[in-house]
């Protein structure tokens, strides 16, 4: 390569990025790129970026039975008293066709802006079951867990046999949290396992164990429900919840901790 | 009341029962335009918002359009709109919505987390920035379109796109949720 290839702007690399150059350039600015390591990472996270924008924003292009309505309603608001004017016929045929663009509209794609039907799905059922625990176990002053922390293996031992998993109760002391007990629970409709921590302030966190009928695996993810937030995940045939009244961030490291120790007993 | 106005309420009338082509070319657009104001939105609610008032004030505007490039001007509006509703909303901050959006319906099969991830990541990105970086990645207008629908050089069109990527790739890296992703 010559001297004068060494020149490559910031504009240059965008253009690249959005595809706006012919062949040879792009060739003149892939052999640079392989010279300059940091560029080169700079673009592909670019690259990536605009692939994951269009694949997020890439489903919102699509019509909606309202889209008609959208345009006759400013009409209707715009010209007041046309109603009354236009025959009756006309009106009826506005009316069927409002109704074929919905007809059309519905064959092609569900409602877009509708929330996503209520699914029997066990990954979103997990995370309701283990608010629902949290909230009714969590505020038991006398009762809280079956099997106080005093017996903790017994607690891992029997729990780990009704859910048929070899169950090793996460220490989360690091994280200020220690066991309260735990205690057996309905989960998918057999028998699941919730551990309950609380830190010294008495503030409680959750963590669910239930079995997963899909045997199928899923990264982190999260759902709220008023102040009560729940991260889960799920691993082969089991579905974990870690559920709390604390920030975010917090209850994102006791996830993280929960993962990271249960993913160390599985493999040992 | 001036002549033009009363024309256009005649006009409106006048066709109602035949399709009015401008109306079926603002039809034919909701779609791109529901993509690109979701873009631009916090929410699903916002964006259809932006979109309802979009196509309100292209229907009001529509002596004004000059009869080229219909898609351009109204994707000029609203950009427009979006601008003078962040900056009223930078006056009169609402309590920031928490989506949960990790739920939201798997449509595209893509993962929840990494989604939430990105969109809070648009959040931290100025509307100038942010509208640039949409027009061009995702509804595939070239510099110089962008630089002639916001009326400003293409120079800037490329500093804001180049801040837009830079502060994506930024708060990408800090909000790392996936830290904890397992490495299978």
């Known amino acids: 390569m010559s001297a004068d290839f060494e020149t490559v702007s910031d504009d240059d690399l965008h253009a690249y990025v959005d595809g706006h150059l012919a062949q040879p350039e792009r060739e003149r600015i892939e052999s640079w790129l392989e010279k300059q390591p940091a560029k080169a990472e700079e673009v592909r996270q670019w690259q990536a970026q605009a692939t994951a924008l269009k694949q997020h924003f890439a489903s919102y292009a699509r019509s909606g039975e309202e889209d008609r309505s959208l345009i006759s309603a400013r009409r209707k608001s715009r010209s007041t008293g046309w109603a009354s004017a236009v025959p009756t016929l006309r009106r009826l045929a506005a009316g069927l066709l409002i109704f074929a663009a919905g007809a059309l509209a519905g064959a092609y794609g569900p409602d877009l802006v509708a929330p996503p039907p209520e699914s029997a799905d066990a990954s979103e059922a997990l995370p309701r079951q283990a608010q629902s625990a949290f909230l009714i176990y969590a505020s038991e002053v006398r009762h809280p867990v079956e099997v106080g922390a005093s017996e903790r293996e017994h607690l891992a031992t029997w729990l780990g046999k009704r859910l048929d998993y070899g169950l090793k109760i996460p220490d989360l002391s690091s994280l200020g949290f220690s066991l309260v007990g735990g205690r057996l629970v309905p989960v998918n409709d057999t028998a699941g396992a919730m551990l309950m921590y609380e830190d010294v302030t008495g503030e409680r966190l959750t963590v669910l164990l239930g079995r997963n009928p899909e045997n199928r695996e899923t990264s982190f993810r999260i759902s709220s429900r008023g102040e009560v937030e729940t991260f889960y995940w799920i691993d082969g045939e089991i579905g974990y919840a870690v559920t709390g009244e604390v920030p975010r961030a917090l209850l994102q490291k006791v996830a993280d901790e929960c993962y990271r120790q249960f993913e160390a007993s599985e493999s040992s | ?184």
């Open chain 2, 1 to 184: 009341m001036p002549h033009g106005r009363d024309g256009l309420n005649k006009r409106a009338g006048e066709e109602i029962s035949s399709a009015d082509p401008f109306e079926e070319d603002v039809l034919a657009l909701i779609p791109a335009l529901r993509r690109y104001s979701r873009s631009l939105a916090r929410s699903d609610t916002d964006g259809e918002d932006l979109l309802q008032d979009c196509v309100e004030k292209v229907l009001t505007r529509r002596a004004q359009w000059r009869g080229v490039n219909l898609r351009a001007w109204v994707f000029t509006i609203m950009t427009n709109l979006y601008r003078n509703g962040r900056r009223r909303r930078a006056q009169h901050p609402e309590v920031e919505l928490d989506e949960t959006l990790g739920l939201r319906a798997e449509e595209n099969n893509a993962d929840p987390l990494e989604r939430q991830r990105l969109l809070r990541a648009l959040e931290r990105l100025s509307a100038d920035n942010r509208a640039v970086l949409m027009l061009v990645v995702i509804e595939g207008y070239r510099y110089q379109d962008v630089a002639d629908m916001m009326e400003i050089p293409v120079g800037t069109v490329m500093s804001r796109l180049s801040r837009a990527r830079r502060q994506l790739a930024e708060a990408m890296k800090d909000d790392n949720v996936i830290a904890l992703r397992r490495p299978k």
